[in-house]
């Protein structure tokens, strides 16, 4: 059984940085992809990246790409979210989330992930 631990998040600027981190225990990432999502008051919880921990192939929202970045640490088995140019909009509840990678390539999808974090405040003033 996987189990996700998120931490990084706070209170930052518009046009700041957060680093966000997503540890697993009980097992290692391999064979999995690992996506991060997250959720707005009063919205649906969104896909914001994902990355192949085999390989590290990255997919992105549209609205981050270019800001945000997604890598692996096999040392230490995390995943982390870098997230640059912050925006007010970019605030909302994130989650990392694992998946056992099936072959048929990344999933936008919450309903397709398995195993969840507890999540973490990202809060961009304006």
């Known amino acids: 059984q996987v189990q996700l631990v998120e931490s990084g998040g706070g209170l930052v600027q518009a046009g700041g940085s957060l680093r966000l981190s997503c540890a697993a225990s009980?097992?290692?990432?391999?064979?999995?992809?690992v996506g991060w999502f997250r959720q707005a008051p009063g919205k649906e919880r969104k896909f914001v990246g994902a990355i192949f921990w085999s390989g590290g192939s990255t997919y992105y929202l549209d609205s981050v790409k270019g800001r945000f970045t997604i890598s692996r640490d096999h040392a230490k088995n995390t995943v982390a979210l870098q997230m640059n140019s912050l925006k007010p909009e970019d605030t909302a509840v994130y989650y990392c989330?694992?998946?056992?990678?099936?072959?048929?390539?990344?999933?936008?999808?919450?309903?397709?992930?398995?195993?969840w974090g507890q999540g973490t405040q990202v809060t961009v003033s304006s």
């Open positions: 989330a694992a998946r056992r990678d099936n072959g048929l390539g990344y999933s936008a999808s919450p309903s397709s992930y398995d195993h």
């Open positions: 009980g097992r290692t990432f391999s064979g999995y992809s």
